[in-house]
T-cell receptor, first 112, second 109 residues
């Protein structure tokens, strides 16, 4: 079974620029999560999709972050404009709840 | 107070030692996950528990629903077990996760 694919793995941008991350979940997984993990901290949920509907986006900074899940499969997370404090690893995970959660390798963002 | 608390925050052990990491939660859950993250690496799901005990190789996870407590045990620890271990509580029918802050384990040869 192929894992959760994420790209890019690394991205360096200057503040006020924009960036987009892509996630391809495991085939058939209805639930997709985006997490932000700042160095030394546990992951923080940004948004959770069930198919192509949003289940929870209460911690998504909507003034600068947006996410969509195209046709209930792939998802993109966008940051515009980026701030220094957005430097983190952005993790995508998928599950076919209540089955085990599978994480992607993450996209490491550095904002200069 | 965090809804999911882990202890200890940091743990150093000698190779071969038996290790226990604890997780307490204050919310109602549908399941509890134990996750492993190696330095610079992705997160790997070790266990998902809703009751009792699960074992995989040298890893054992237990959960006591009444006491809202779970433990992760590593028998015969090895330096390759060095990683951050994260406990995450799944809430509701959609499995929304609340993460603990993680336990950083270092196993010395």
């Amino acid at each position: 079974e192929a894992g959760v694919a994420q790209s890019p793995r690394y991205k360096i941008i200057e503040k006020r620029q924009s960036v987009a991350f892509w996630c391809n979940p495991i085939s058939g997984h209805a639930t997709l999560y985006w997490y932000q993990q700042i160095l030394g901290q546990g992951p923080k949920l940004l948004i959770q999709f069930q198919n192509n509907g949003v289940v929870d986006d209460s911690q998504l900074p909507k003034d600068r972050f947006s996410a969509e899940r195209l046709k209930g499969v792939d998802s993109t997370l966008k940051i515009q404009p980026a701030k220094l404090e957005d430097s983190a690893v952005y993790l995508c995970a998928s599950s076919n709840w209540p089955n085990v959660l599978t994480f992607g390798a993450g996209s490491r963002l550095t904002v200069l | 107070k965090n809804e999911v608390e882990q202890s200890p925050q940091n743990l150093t052990a000698q190779e071969g030692e038996f290790i226990t990491i604890n997780c307490s939660y204050s919310v109602g859950i549908s399941a509890l996950h134990w996750l492993q993250q190696h330095p610079g690496g992705g997160i790997v799901s070790l266990f998902m528990l809703s009751s009792g005990k699960k074992k995989h190789g040298r890893l054992i996870a237990t959960i006591n629903i009444q006491e809202k407590h779970s433990s992760l045990h590593i028998t015969a620890s090895h330096p390759r077990d060095s990683a951050v271990y994260i406990c995450a509580a799944a809430r509701g029918s959609q499995g929304n996760l609340i993460f603990g802050k993680g336990t950083k384990l270092s196993v010395k040869p």
